[in-house]
């Protein structure tokens, strides 16, 4: 890059240097990381380059390589997490979209708000941006798109509707989402791409209770990230590997993973799905019976999650609390009920049925164990009955034998 300075400033060269710095994007991300400061820094390079060829009269022809630029930074910006500043950053986005007009824009502003939204826990506005990233996309015209950002917009559009419609309380449609964006992904046969879709695609397996599944795309992942020496995705599918560890009786092989990559991604800046992780590994020591350690994890998580306004996992967090309090020697049930009940009141605000029914399993088996089967199957029935489809899925399975024996009893 020094070079470049040596040589004599012409619109020819300003052109070609703006193209090269977006061009560098891509394999940075994917390469260092998406928050890296080598990233950061050709992204903003890119930008001020624009802005400086537009005061001279010189806007490059492609109007896309602002938009590649900008979408590099909200992508660096979306793995520090601070829901304000992302949902900022989207309107920002979309406004400049819809200032400049054409589908592109339009469809990248309408992604970023998308992924704003539901990550901040807006579920239902999410979708709708979702949708009109989509409605946007042509898949000749634009699928070539995923070499300039992280991944192919549709990709990361059908992952964001997806974890929103499953939270929402649509499981089958979320997993038609998803098993499409990883169709698409395959097909477009980029690594950097299909990195990405494996990571969000086994966190939303993960989140649904497929564990088999998650395990097979973490471990996809992780060998596309060793062949390629990509250590951020190797280190993203090492937290989705101790997840499903976490999630299937291996506590202490979890906590072994969880304790080496999460400081990995905390010396690279990256807050992104903190709060799972965080309260997964709180879980695995309460299983493991060591209580100093699994409350200091949870609290980090509820911390995380309000100091970043990363929402859409608030509600898990505040269960998983409760059921450590469940697990302790202690067993105290009213601490345990206040945080079911906390956890219900944010499913319920989110219009997130999926997150309100794991909450009402969870009290309704405390009430259980305490003889309130009635007030148990008052909670459970009605959250339960709303459901119209996946009542093949690991919670509407675990609903349908608890309401059984809550009828039985």
């Not at 697990?327 to 945080?339: F, G, I, L, N, V």
Request: glycine share 8%; proline share 4%; hydrophobic share 45%.
């Amino acid at each position: 890059m020094g070079q470049i300075a040596t040589l004599p400033s012409t619109p020819a060269l300003r052109r070609d240097e703006i193209e090269l710095q977006v061009a560098l994007i891509s394999p940075l991300q994917h390469v260092k990381g998406l928050p890296a400061p080598e990233t950061k820094a050709v992204a903003e390079r890119a930008c001020l380059l624009i802005e400086q060829a537009e005061a001279l009269g010189e806007p490059p022809e492609d109007p896309l390589l602002l938009f590649s630029a900008l979408s590099a930074l909200f992508t660096a910006s979306i793995v520090a997490f601070n829901g304000d500043v992302e949902r900022e950053r989207a309107a920002q986005i979309l406004t400049l979209a819809e200032k400049q007009g054409g589908k592109v824009p339009l469809m990248l502003g309408h992604r970023a708000m998308s992924v704003a939204l539901v990550l901040t826990g807006n579920f239902a506005e999410g979708v709708v941006r979702a949708d009109q990233a989509l409605a946007l996309y042509d898949p000749v015209e634009h699928r070539p798109l995923a070499t300039r950002v992280v991944q192919d917009p549709r990709v990361g559009a059908l992952f964001y509707r997806s974890l929103a419609v499953w939270a929402l309380g649509y499981p089958e449609a979320a997993l038609a989402g998803t098993e499409q964006a990883l169709s698409e992904a395959r097909e477009a046969g980029r690594a950097g791409s299909l990195m990405w879709a494996l990571a969000h695609i086994g966190l939303i397996q993960l989140v649904r209770g497929n564990y088999a599944i998650a395990q097979a795309l973490s471990d996809e992942q992780i060998g596309l990230a060793e062949e390629k020496g990509s250590i951020y995705w190797k280190i993203s599918g090492m937290h989705r590997r101790a997840g499903v560890l976490a999630l299937t009786g291996k506590a202490s092989d979890a906590v072994g993973i969880f304790t080496s990559a999460i400081p990995v991604f905390r010396s690279m800046g990256i807050r992104i799905w903190f709060p799972v992780w965080v309260s997964l590994l709180a879980r695995a020591y309460g299983e493991l019976g060591q209580f100093d350690q699994a409350w200091s994890h949870i609290g980090e998580a509820i911390t995380a999650v309000e100091t970043t306004k990363e929402k859409w996992y608030e509600a898990e967090v505040h269960r998983v609390a409760g059921e450590i309090t469940l697990m302790s020697p202690e067993r105290d049930a009213a601490k345990a009920e206040a945080c079911f009940e906390r956890a219900l009141a944010v499913g319920r605000k989110q219009q997130a049925k999926s997150w309100e029914l794991r909450a009402a399993m969870s009290m309704a088996r405390l009430w259980r164990d305490q003889g309130k089967r009635d007030e148990a199957r008052e909670l459970l029935a009605p959250v339960y009955n709303w459901f119209r489809e996946g009542f093949d899925t690991r919670d509407l399975k675990e609903a349908t034998a608890m309401l059984e024996t809550l009828v039985s009893e």
